[in-house]
């Protein structure tokens, strides 16, 4: 350590050695090494950068309105971490999943805890909009077995893009949301409507970000699902349609090769009449492999 | 690049690689040279920390509840960049000096821009408060001459801690500010008080986390310099008390060896009369170095 790290005086030199210095004394082990990481990767970018005052003005006020952007509804630091990757890198980092099994991504703000439980092929749109769609598949574990009564939690934006709990009032509660049960054979199924791409709220100083980046707010349509069953870990992820206009680039980099669904048209009027529909309607056929809990 | 790039998939591997190339359509090539720095140093420190999603939400916390904290009068994000030595270090950036010319400083919240004009030798200090000190020095070029006519604007706290702008309504408006001019031979000198060691506003989030991380808020005693002058570059600095209680852990990193002024008591009653006090004063003579303008 050089003279004026000692001294504890700041030097454009030792910066960061400085810095870290100075919070040798907390308490929390883990706070002073987090702390360590964000200093020292902090100057290395400001050294990097050489932002002049001006811009670092900029990143002050940016920082400031995002916070501001913020209340009860709405988090504009989710969104940056979000259209920044950090959120699905914090995600894979906590779902590194062994060889065979389903991938994992965000869970999303539009989760609700306590969606109704439903009888195996229930409708879960509740308002008869959108083009109509038969979801199943089996819950598997990495041997390749079935896992039976495995829980299943499903929702979805309508075909406007809009989850219901953005829809108050427009939408019946619990509209396209429900727990499913597997069969003994591991099997699910359930009616729902082929999803749409969406935005994410972008009329906030992320949005603002992403404009001048030259990039769009949308997430390519999927369904979301949170997987638990006794003795796996439990899966949280999203199945996408790949031809989503905006399959190759979501606004929050949800997307997996691993992920994608086919969603397939079904005009056969037998097909139609097994699967309880009046009309030609999307198939989506989707299995997922839980891992064993650790 | 790999294939998941050029598709636009993330993975743990490729992340900061994902993100950096959804940027590439930015029209303004600084913001997307920026903005590729932060998102590598981003990804790069979220590797390393691992964060927990619990840990991942704390910071998201603690970045708003910092936004929320800031509004006209209070701003917790140039608090957080200041305690981190983010804020000295671009300071460092934008005032490489010449061998030989005196370093900067931060500027600080509590310049105010209209402070008045005053004669060499008048007493900024206007309610009496606290030790007398008499401040007196040259303005110099790097090759020792003179600089007359240079603009010299100081301010300081009081014998408490605290600016003018603190205590409206307590102290008299611009209390321990004014505006001198050095004569021919580059001199200046003005009366003020000894300055005292303050807190940064420490009830905040920067607060908590500096007491998480076992550190005061205190700033060591000093005297705040804006120095002008025709033909040199402007410096932005302070001076500092070098027996002040807290000149080795200054919480915002300010201090610099070249900046320590010494305050030496003065108790001969002919040295009091001559510099106008009545009682034992403080001396700080300190000259400053102007670097040619570029």
Redesign the interface.
């Known amino acids: 350590m050089s003279a ?1 790290v000692e ?6 030199e030792n ?2 050695d ?2 870290i210095s ?7 082990a883990r ?5 360590e ?3 020292r ?13 001006e ?2 003005f900029k990143a ?1 006020m940016f ?6 952007m ?1 209340n009860e509804w709405r ?1 504009e ?2 969104l940056l ?1 979000d259209t ?11 779902n ?1 999943k062994p060889s065979g099994a389903s991938e994992s991504t965000v869970l999303g703000p539009f989760h609700v805890a306590d969606a109704p439980e439903l009888p195996l092929g229930a409708d879960i749109c509740l308002d008869q909009k959108g083009e109509p769609m038969l979801v199943r598949g089996r819950i598997l574990s990495t041997d390749g077995n079935p896992i039976a009564n495995a829980r299943i939690d499903v929702w979805q934006a309508n075909d406007e893009g809009f989850y219901d709990v953005q829809q108050k009032g427009i939408q019946p509660d619990f509209n396209l949301r429900g727990v499913f049960r597997t069969n003994e054979k591991g099997e699910y199924w359930f009616r729902g409507v082929k999803p749409k791409y969406y935005p994410i709220p972008d009329d906030g100083p992320v949005g603002k970000l992403l404009a ?4 769009h707010p949308y997430r390519p349509a999927h369904l979301h699902y949170i997987i638990k069953a006794e003795g796996f870990e439990p899966l949280t992820t999203h199945i996408f349609d790949p031809d989503d206009p905006y399959i ?3 606004a929050v ?5 691993s992920l994608m669904a086919k969603f397939d048209k079904i005009t056969d009027p037998v097909r139609q009449n097994e699967a309880g529909f009046d009309s030609p309607f999307f198939e989506v056929a989707h299995d997922f492999v839980l891992a064993p809990r650790n």
């Open positions: 004026s001294q504890g005086y700041f030097t454009e910066s960061a400085v810095v100075r919070n040798a004394a907390a308490k929390d706070l002073r090494e987090v702390m990481v964000i200093v990767h902090l100057h290395a970018a400001v050294k990097e950068i050489e932002p002049t005052e811009e670092w002050i920082l400031t309105d995002t916070g501001h913020c988090q630091f989710i971490s920044l990757g950090v959120s699905m890198l914090v995600d894979a980092i906590n590194r001048s980046l030259g990039r190759d680039s979501d980099f949800g997307v997996k090769a």
